[in-house]
């Protein structure tokens, strides 16, 4: 049976403020990091979004960028991080003969909250998923002219 609340009831819970609490990462130990968490932290007027990416959600996130299928499902992780995290990520054939992925130049560019390990970790994420898909590098060649 469906609950119904007549027109215009005053509902005791609808005036009510319910602080939402969202898990931030975790700082790097002093020293070890120059991702600037603290500084980024006190600043209230920064993009903070990056500190969503918990170090849960950031092995998530590897996962998922080991799974891309398609350049087009890599292209959507990527406008979904930079939606979602602020974090851009440039993608292009080397400036030499690529033979292997690895000739592949992926860039995680620099941004202040952004640890060093995490920033290492994408690309190496995204050489793996194109390892495990090589139509995915294919279509990246493609996609400056190299086939036709």
Not at 106 to 121: D, F, H, N, W, Y
Not at 126 to 140: D, K, N
């Amino acid at each position: 049976m469906a609950c119904t609340v007549p027109a215009g009831a005053d509902l005791p819970w609808a005036s009510m403020s319910f602080p939402v609490q969202i898990p931030i990462r975790v700082p790097c130990p002093p020293g070890a990091c120059i991702c600037e968490h603290d500084a980024l932290l006190a600043d209230s007027m920064a993009d903070q979004r990056i500190l969503r990416l918990t170090r849960e959600e950031e092995k998530r996130l590897l996962q998922r960028l080991e799974r891309i299928t398609s350049l087009q499902d890599l292209r959507h992780v990527e406008q979904r991080m930079y939606e979602q995290l602020g974090i851009r990520v440039r993608i292009k054939a080397g400036a030499s003969e690529v033979r292997t992925v690895r000739g592949i130049q992926i860039e995680v560019l620099p941004m202040r909250g952004l640890c060093s390990k995490t920033r290492q970790a994408i690309p190496a994420a995204i050489r793996r998923g194109m390892e495990r898909t090589p139509e995915v590098a294919f279509e990246l060649l493609d996609e400056g002219g190299l086939f036709g």
